[in-house]
């Protein structure tokens, strides 16, 4: 059964922030680091950081932008208690000038902007998803909470919009990783960001509670195999559904279902199992309207679609509407259409047309591999669980996020790393995100913040990342801003989304992308590239770097 | 730098525990199902439920059980909030009885009995790790969340061992995935949780704080770009460490070392870094006696080593004591052998024995395989730092733990799956560890709890589980059981123990493993068996299920 409820997601939230993500939740080095700084008088220097991801997760063509929210709060959080500073005076090395730690006391984000990629936005590596501006020390300290609080919501986000991807968009996805998620707060993650990336449905009740996500599950095996025999079903009479008669004997109601299933189905009776039968029938009395056992305890075609088919034709005879099967073993697939089949038969043969709107969950450790396969093979599965793959994200568990320093005072840096990939691109930005004439993203334009924005129709010429070619001329139809102030003064600076507003952002900006960048297996590379002034700007770091960095001769 | 701290482990995880692990956490079923037993007049049957795994993790031969404590803090801090009811109201079905919610709002742990193997033993696949028993409607509430708290924390902690032995028992191993892990709990629960599997440090703060874990770490590659000249370095000076003498130009003084460091090792002036000259002398004179810089923002060899060793000889030269360095990129190894070979010719070249003492810290997105390979190499790596691999066990990002029914109201239950290895093992059980006459455990026996012990010196005769064979006779030299009573009548039965307690019980328990059983690849794998009582209940309740469940004819 599924349940919507009313999103508490601000209130609840903002609340437990400051003891969720503390800001001792961070590496030591942020604060040898900020001491260091500090000491030498450069704290209060602005300075801008930008956080970004270098390759797509999954070996996909995308990924989603998901975090932001988290990100808000904990700056606006963002202060240290008395216990913090104690704490920290009692780990950094002793010779710490206590005036350090009375400048911690003090400190807080409201000399800190965050501008950014809005939450729930399809992005791309390398492309800065934020900018952190303000004095160097604080930015300094927030790096690791942002990256753990961007790296795995993205990631999860991302994967979500995976199994959306594979499994279509008409069949219901349910996420049931709470027990396979890295704790509880883990869990309430997965929950939260797979329901953003294209999940329907969760199992997750506190996240129903938290996020206003609707919620689903009926029924585990251990329901049905702590019954052993009728004699413990209880109350056994049902009333009709229009509640004008007295209630009548649902076991023998059922009883007398079960021997016409048998006979239409040919199934022998000697098989079927009392005590499942016994869970079927007390959990139907208790919830006549949200009947949606698990079939497979002991065997499907044995006994528990017959138990299912008779209590469910006695339901239906009552005037109530069972709901449906869940499966978890075996041939999803294959054992999807046969039910289907029995319960089509028994719809004609007994004249029950509600047995033509009986749904199917398929749950059996769901890969995306096997969404695929799935999706691929005939079944009639409308509903489709998945936990650990989903909530691990198996196929790569971490998505990579780096936070890096571009400016200082004003000058751009940049790191000159032996390895290319790993050298930074200096300077404050502006991300815009070109669209062709059928309103398809083709490229996203990394400038210089201070460069007037591309123009519709106008050609202009760039340099994409990561390729050796040299420049490329391009003409865009619409021209997107991909930046919005996030946070300033000490304040967020828009109102935080709901779960279902994010969602549905999620769905229409994967809309627009075209086909052969979503597709899952070798999709086509979306391209970044630097417009001509940032170009030029990273060729002038690099040939100053290499000319001036002798200071022994030069001081 | 490290730094111990007291353990604030208890206080501090009780008063948010109850915020972390609301009895909402948990799947939609388990309330549909206790409402389904609350009809029934069920809900306050005595059941027992048992938590397990079906593999070890990782292709290995054995692993840790962890999350104990966190669960005993569940169940003491198990009861629903006017908040959490009204929530459920709104999301079971409009026909629930409002009774079942005055149920839930009396609902507590108090008639909970939980009977575990302690917290850090080394485990095997099909033991029962937790034996949960009190009334049906509570313990089946109970399943997701200790699932949730048992399955990250046993397989990051088991992860954690395994990257202990493969680094060999000398070797400083430090976690730093917090931003890599789960959102941060995650980050949290890692970090906890690899202490206690094996690794001597953490970088995350918050850690330190809570559960007394050493916290380490000094710089990022930010800091070291983020200096551009000797202009910024500021104070210039440096006092010696005796504090007789004014202090000096520091920045002189290093200049001076760094042409006699150059002159040594052959090496250009030209292409040493200025900035990040200035970064590492802000650093030691904030930080005299700590300085541990990361040496490869731009070349190792051609001048983060050379700016290092200028600086740690000057500081040498006052008296202080550098730390080491870092390494972050490349191979790591082979670096390391270059870097401790020019400290050994500073340590000679110019008398300064503390030179032999630097450490070097290795940190590269390091891998169990790349641990093991390290390990095998020539290498002078003291400490190694592991982020991704480790906290997202990327190996197998799920232990896939569950929680099966195996008694009601006194008698036994099993699943009997189509599928054998997905059927449970009935009753409720006492484990034994049985040990050879070197004192290594060779099996484990699984019997019934109401069963005598087996005795040292006598032969026994039962079952190895998973395998086709039928009977195995052996006898133990030494007998341990191992279920301890670990909650009853709403009380913890013995004080938690710190992060530093059960990360010992993991060494003691690991050492005690026959080297078979414990090798990275291919173990031989550990028998666990059923007693012959146990097999004969397990056979018989097999065959009366085939003969015995036919209601049709039989009612």
Known sequence: ????????????????????????LTDLYQFTMAYAYWRAGRHQEPAVFELFFRDNPFGGGFSLFAGLDDCLLFLRSFRFTDEDVEFLCSVL??????????????????????????????????????????????????????????????????????FRLAAGPQRKLLELGLRRAQGPDGGLTASRYTHIGGFDLTSNVQAGFLFGIPVAGTMAHSYVTSFNSLEEVWPRTLAAADGDLDPVDFISLTKGWL??????????????????????????????????????????????????????LALCELGHRPVGVRLDSGDLCRQSVSVRGVFRLCSQHFSVPDFNSLIIVGTNNISEQSMIELNGKENEIDVVGVGTHLVTCTKQPSLGCVYKLVEVRGKPRMKISEDPEKSTVPGRKAVYRL??????????????????????????????????????????????????????????????????????????????????????????????????????????????????????LSN
């Open 259 to 312: 021997s016409r299933v048998c006979e239409i189905v040919g199934a022998e009776p000697a098989k079927i199992r009392e005590g499942e039968l016994a869970a079927f029938l007390s959990y139907a009395i208790a919830y006549p309207n949200n009947f949606l056992p698990v079939i497979d305890s002991y065997s499907v075609g044995c006994s528990g679609l017959l138990n299912f088919c008779a209590v469910a």
């Open 435 to 552: 669209l062709d004439a059928e309103g398809h993203p083709f490229l996203d334009l990394v400038c210089l913040a201070v460069e007037p924005p591309p123009e519709p129709g106008v050609p202009l010429s760039c340099y994409p990342m990561g390729a050796q070619t040299s420049s490329v001329s391009v003409t865009p139809a619409q021209v997107r801003s991909l930046y919005l102030e996030a946070f300033t003064t000490g304040q967020v600076s828009h109102p935080l989304s709901s779960a279902a507003e994010t969602r549905a952002k999620v769905q229409t900006s994967l809309q627009t992308l075209h086909p052969r960048h979503k597709r899952l297996q070798d999709p086509e590379s979306y391209t970044v590239a630097l417009s001509e002034r940032l170009q030029n700007l990273v060729s002038e770091l690099r040939r100053g770097s290499s000319n001036n960095s002798n200071f022994l």
């Open 93 to 162: 090395p002793a010779t710490t000038d206590p005036a350090f730690f009375q400048f911690l006391r003090g400190l807080d984000c409201s000399g800190v902007t965050l501008r950014s990629v809005p939450e729930g936005t399809v992005v791309f590596a390398r492309v800065p998803l934020m900018e952190v501006a303000g004095p160097l020390a604080v930015v300094q300290l927030l790096e690791t909470s942002l990256l753990c609080l961007v790296n795995y919501a993205s990631l999860v986000c991302s994967n979500a919009a995976r």
């Open 1 to 24: 059964m599924a349940a919507p409820s009313s999103s508490t997601c601000d209130g609840a939230m903002a609340r437990s922030f400051r003891e969720r993500v503390p800001p001792l």
